[in-house]
Nanobody, 116 residues
Framework: QVQLMESGGGFVQTGGSLRLSCAASGATFSLRAIGWYRQAPGKQRELVAKVIRGGERSYADSVKGRFTLSGGADQNTLYLQMNSLKPEDTAVYYC??????????WGQGTQVTVSS
């Protein structure tokens, strides 16, 4: 079994930066991919970025060039460096892990608030 623990959310002004961390513990060898999703009030949860075991990374168009993933399932820690933050980035950010077998795993979420 795998547990995900997020940290690093907070309050920042437009143009500022934050770094989110997701620490994975337990049977991390069972993970195919790990990444970040976010959910803003009244909106559906959406993929922000993820990395597949082996290194292939993908980003939502809305964050390309501003957000950077580092780490991964094979390193048991995933970081999301968020630069040039905008008010529309305000959301609860969730760490997500895809297993080779079984359902997706989710962290508890961390709030990111960007003021205009």
């Amino acid at each position: 079994q795998v547990q995900l623990m997020e940290s690093g959310g907070g309050f920042v002004q437009t143009g500022g930066s934050l770094r989110l961390s997701c620490a994975a513990s337990g049977a991390t060898f069972s993970l195919r991919a790990i990444g970040w999703y976010r959910q803003a009030p009244g909106k559906q949860r959406e993929l922000v970025a993820k990395v597949i075991r082996g290194g292939e990374r993908s980003y939502a168009d809305s964050v390309k060039g501003r957000f950077t993933l580092s780490g991964g399932a094979d390193q048991n820690t995933l970081y999301l460096q968020m630069n040039s933050l905008k008010p529309e980035d305000t959301a609860v950010y969730y760490c997500n892990a895809e297993q080779y077998m079984g359902s997706d795993l989710w962290g508890q979420g961390t709030q990111v608030t960007v003021s205009s």
